[in-house]
């Protein structure tokens, strides 16, 4: 999951309507990760194409959003809000790049990251990135990889216990 300061809300029928959550095992391994927010009214996206049409890359912004990440306990049918952290998002900008196969992801400013799956060194995580991030997603296996970073990480997982 990839979010330029605004989380992209889980949904179905055991998700609270707001704050929205992740569930266990996803976002964090050992808690539901929810989240709110407020702000982030000026965003942009545009997508290009080449001759044929084909979208080769997206770029999106957006900025001024405050967002509360939640420790919601263990149990994704009773979530239960604990720990908060708040982070003010400045701004953030996202480029997606299409390869065969591959999206090459670039973030700047203040993002968050959420890796799942069995390939990610280390299990599941969510970051709160300041600074420039960029990684490959594999659109085949789902791997994600991080090809390079810097600025500031925040480990909200570590933060929320």
């Known amino acids: 999951m990839l979010v330029p300061s605004l989380p992209a809300s889980a949904s179905g029928p055991d998700v609270p309507e707001a704050p929205s959550y992740i569930p266990v095992g996803y976002a964090c391994p050992d ?6 927010w407020t702000g982030g009214d000026r965003a942009w996206s545009r997508a290009f194409t080449d001759n044929d049409g084909f979208v ?3 770029m999106s912004t957006s900025s001024d959003s405050m967002v509360t ?26 480029r997606t790049d299409f390869g065969a196969g591959t999206q090459t992801i670039t973030l700047t400013g203040d993002n968050y990251l959420s890796r799942s ?38 480990d ?4 929320l216990r």
């Open 31 to 36: 808690f539901n990760l929810g989240f709110t």
């Open 56 to 58: 080769t890359r997206i």
């Open 69 to 94: 990440y939640i420790n919601y306990g263990s149990d994704p049918l009773n979530p239960v809000a604990g720990k908060t952290y708040t982070a003010k998002m400045t701004g953030s900008g996202v």
């Open 117 to 154: 799956g069995p390939d990610i060194p280390g299990g599941v995580s969510s970051t709160l990135h300041t600074g420039r991030v960029v990684f490959i997603f594999d659109n085949t296996t789902g791997a994600l990889e991080v090809v390079s970073g810097s600025g500031r990480e925040l």
């Open 156 to 159: 909200l997982c570590a933060a």
